[in-house]
T-cell receptor, first 113, second 114 residues
Framework: DAKTTQPPSMDCAEGRAANLPCNHS???????VYWYRQIHSQGPQYIIH???NNETNEMASLIITEDRKSSTLILPHATLRDTAVYYC???FGSGGSNYKLTFGKGTLLTVNP | GAVVSQHPSWVICKSGTSVKIECRSL??????MFWYRQFPKQSLMLMAT?????????EQGVEKDKFLINHASLTLSTLTVTSAHPEDSSFYIC??????????FGSGTRLTVV
């Protein structure tokens, strides 16, 4: 699976949009971009994933560049409960039960009041 | 949505004893489950991939005789830390692939070996 690069930490004001970047310059054509977050002492929580097109759900938006070498996770109105470590993960396909998720160091997002 | 239940949420054991951690998929069948370990201020590290009805696949450097994995049914995988020592103290997390091919994680087990 392609490696990802994320800033180690970011700050965001409560109520503002949080934009978390991820670089995956070695991504291949059939690799998806997944985003998870981990609130302290809990298991990771799925946020969103995508292949080529931008995606949006009730939690966030995922913007993938046209060359797919980078992406941005957008939390439109960050709250204090969004403080967590955010992981950007790239892996093959959406099928195949043995495909494992490999976590990098992620970005610690701190939402400030 | 898919739910993975992990039990216990925390456990304290004496050095030399064994501890079993359970991971259950509550509303879906999981042919494959994954076990991770996370030390303080570090990322999740995959330990092994657990397949229902067959032997687990361990990542390089993970002792299979120390971390016994059993996946006897489509909804249950267990991780047993045998002869635990203080250096095994960590946060253990399981994950399962759900019917939509997403990954759902358990809430984790904090193991402290004294």
């Amino acid at each position: 699976d392609a490696k990802t690069t994320q800033p180690p930490s970011m700050d965001c004001a409560e109520g503002r949009a949080a934009n978390l970047p991820c670089n995956h310059s070695t991504i291949s054509g059939n690799e998806y971009v997944y985003w998870y977050r981990q609130i302290h002492s809990q298991g990771p929580q799925y946020i969103i994933h995508g292949l080529k097109n931008n995606e949006t759900n009730e939690m966030a938006s995922l913007i993938i560049t046209e060359d797919r070498k980078s992406s941005t996770l957008i939390l439109p109105h960050a709250t204090l409960r969004d403080t967590a470590v955010y992981y950007c993960i790239v892996r093959f396909g959406s099928g195949g039960s043995n495909y494992k998720l490999t976590f990098g160091k992620g970005t610690l997002l701190t939402v400030n009041p | 949505g898919a739910v993975v239940s992990q039990h216990p949420s925390w456990v304290i054991c004496k050095s030399g004893t064994s501890v079993k951690i359970e991971c259950r998929s509550l509303d879906f069948q999981a042919t494959t489950m994954f076990w991770y370990r996370q030390f303080p201020k570090q990322s999740l590290m995959l330990m092994a991939t657990s397949n229902e009805g067959s032997k687990a696949t361990y990542e390089q450097g993970v002792e299979k005789d120390k971390f016994l994995i059993n996946h006897a049914s489509l909804t249950l995988s267990t991780l047993t830390v045998t002869s635990a020592h203080p250096e095994d103290s960590s946060f253990y997390i399981c994950s399962a692939r759900d019917r939509n091919y997403g990954y759902t994680f358990g809430s984790g087990t904090r193991l402290t070996v004294v």
